[in-house]
């Protein structure tokens, strides 16, 4: 304990950067192959992924149980927490750049289309409305996909999941194991519960309301955001259950639990997007 009271861990090399490296570049080939109908492009996006899924499992694992010996001093724990914050926001600009996709094409670039010489020259009897399902190849059209309804409960269920992690960490900094544990498995509950809304609504878009990606750039849009913040909520919801886990097998005291705080700066991060997704995209 001396040791990590006094002198900054230096870990040993590792070779799961490596692993890491490997996954992400099959992951994308095979994606890419995929989306062009070459038949290894699914082997190699399923390979990719059980590495990365393999080098996540071993990589996290050391540093728990580096974490857990009592290797890591203050000092470890404030480049975790920079590191973290750097994560996030890059998630911050990664969403920001679709909102500003959503923003060009809304506020610029339909109303450009549907005026004086534009509209005349490049789609004439286009009408600058939102939301458009142009360029667009089915002639039925689609019905846009309204805020209240599942979207307004998948709002509130979101924030109440907020709640309930919070109320979780108020546990752990009063050392109340039970509260703790209580807390993270409604969390995860709730994140679950979103999901399958949100599964139910993208069944009900393609169903009934002819909503698909191909419906011009609103569906582009649509399916963009909800769809890589539903994979948020879904990547927050395995990082809480392993902080469960974790909580049950005794990990984490009142003054040293930074894995469970990350998890819940990124979970709070999720909630915030969504006001932002359910407020431009469903709401206005």
Avoid at 147 to 160: D, E, F, K, V
Wanted: hydrophobic content about 50%; glycine content about 10%; charged content about 10%.
């Amino acid at each position: 304990m001396s040791h990590a009271l006094d002198k900054y861990f230096i870990p040993e090399p590792s070779k799961f950067p490596i692993f890491g490296s490997v996954a992400l570049l099959l992951f994308g080939t095979g994606a890419v192959g995929w989306l062009n109908k070459i038949s290894a492009g699914p082997v190699l996006f399923f390979l990719g992924l059980a590495l990365l899924i393999y080098m996540m499992f071993g990589w996290f694992g050391t540093v728990v149980r580096e974490s857990e010996s009592g290797k890591y001093n203050k000092q470890v724990d404030r480049s975790f927490r920079w590191s973290m914050g750097w994560f996030i926001f890059s998630e911050v600009m990664f969403f920001a750049a679709f909102f500003g996709a959503l923003f060009y094409a809304r506020v610029l670039s339909v109303p450009w289309l549907g005026s004086g010489e534009t509209e005349a020259q490049i789609w004439q009897g286009f009408e600058a409305a939102w939301p458009t399902d142009g360029p667009n190849p089915h002639a039925d059209g689609f019905t846009p996909m309204g805020a209240w309804g599942i979207p307004a409960l998948n709002t509130l269920i979101l924030l109440t999941s907020g709640v309930t992690l919070t109320w979780a960490h108020h546990g752990l900094l009063k050392n109340n194991r039970g509260q703790l544990k209580t807390g993270l498995l409604l969390t995860i509950l709730l994140g679950a519960i979103f999901m399958g809304f949100q599964i139910y609504e993208y069944i009900h878009a393609h169903a009934d309301l002819n909503l698909r990606m191909s419906s011009g750039i609103y569906g582009s849009t649509f399916y963009l955001l909800t769809g890589f913040h539903g994979l948020h909520v879904t990547i927050g919801a395995i990082m809480l259950l392993v902080m469960y886990f974790r909580s049950r097998a005794g990990h984490f005291t009142p003054e040293s639990h930074f894995a469970f705080e990350a998890a819940a700066w990124y979970w709070h991060f999720v909630d915030v997007v969504w006001l932002g997704l359910f407020v431009v995209v469903y709401w206005l």
